[in-house]
């Protein structure tokens, strides 16, 4: 564990696990279906790669890089889309694939956005889900597992670009983001 983690809350076997049930869901509920993942750059393409893998349907695999921390710890609630999908999903099943819903602006947004070019769905999965924050109603379909209200980096989660390679889920050490 590296210095500027308190205590680690996922390790990396407990991830895999999550992601095996997570993964076994999905393949149920959309066997012989036409399904796109969206990854939501940057924070769950460690989660995305595992994921798609494990659910081993076929299936179209697309990128949106949306962004509200800037380089703080809370959300400004502001979206910027820096990077669209590059397909059209009218009468496509969607499923979003995220790391974390914390305040929920993120999601309520982009599952609005997409669900306005006409696909037959759009649902949501999120490894980690913090339901102690939210300020929208968002509902994830597919959720990992709840958490409190603490900052958590690692697999792909990040403070200030910082912290996502690490393949396990730990507890920040406040010092490091109120210094
Ligand atoms: C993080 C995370 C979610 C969002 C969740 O992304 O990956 O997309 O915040 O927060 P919310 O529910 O309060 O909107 P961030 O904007 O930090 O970008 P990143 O994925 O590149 O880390």
Same mark, same amino acid.
């Given at each position: ?22 993964a076994?869901?999905i393949r ?27 659910v081993g ?32 999903? *009218? ?5 979003? =694939?995220? %790391?974390?819903?914390?305040? /929920?602006?993120? @999601?309520? &947004?982009?599952?609005? $956005? ?25 509902? *994830? ?5 709840? =958490?409190? %209200?603490?900052?958590?980096? /690692?697999?792909? @989660?990040? &403070?200030?670009?910082? $912290? ?16």
């Amino acid at each position: 564990m590296i210095g500027d983690v308190e205590r680690i809350l996922y390790t990396e076997e407990q991830i895999n696990i999550i992601c095996d049930e997570l993964a076994d869901k999905i393949r149920r509920d959309y066997s012989g279906r036409e399904l796109i993942f969206v990854c939501m750059l940057k924070g769950s393409v460690l989660f995305f790669s595992d994921l798609v893998r494990k659910v081993g349907l076929p299936c179209r695999l697309e990128f949106m890089e949306v962004s509200s921390y800037g380089s703080g710890t809370v959300s400004t609630g502001k979206i910027n889309i820096r990077k669209d999908i590059g397909c059209d999903i *009218a009468g496509k099943d969607v499923l979003i =694939v995220e %790391d974390i819903v914390d305040t /929920g602006n993120t @999601l309520f &947004y982009i599952k609005e $956005y997409l669900e306005g070019r006409s696909p037959a769905s759009v649902k949501i999965c999120t490894l980690f889900d913090k339901p102690v924050r939210r300020q929208k109603p968002v509902y *994830a379909d597919y959720s990992g597992s709840v =958490v409190d %209200d603490q900052f958590i980096v /690692g697999f792909g @989660l990040d &403070y200030d670009e910082r $912290y996502r390679y690490l393949p396990y889920v730990g507890v920040l050490r406040p010092e490091v983001y109120s210094s």
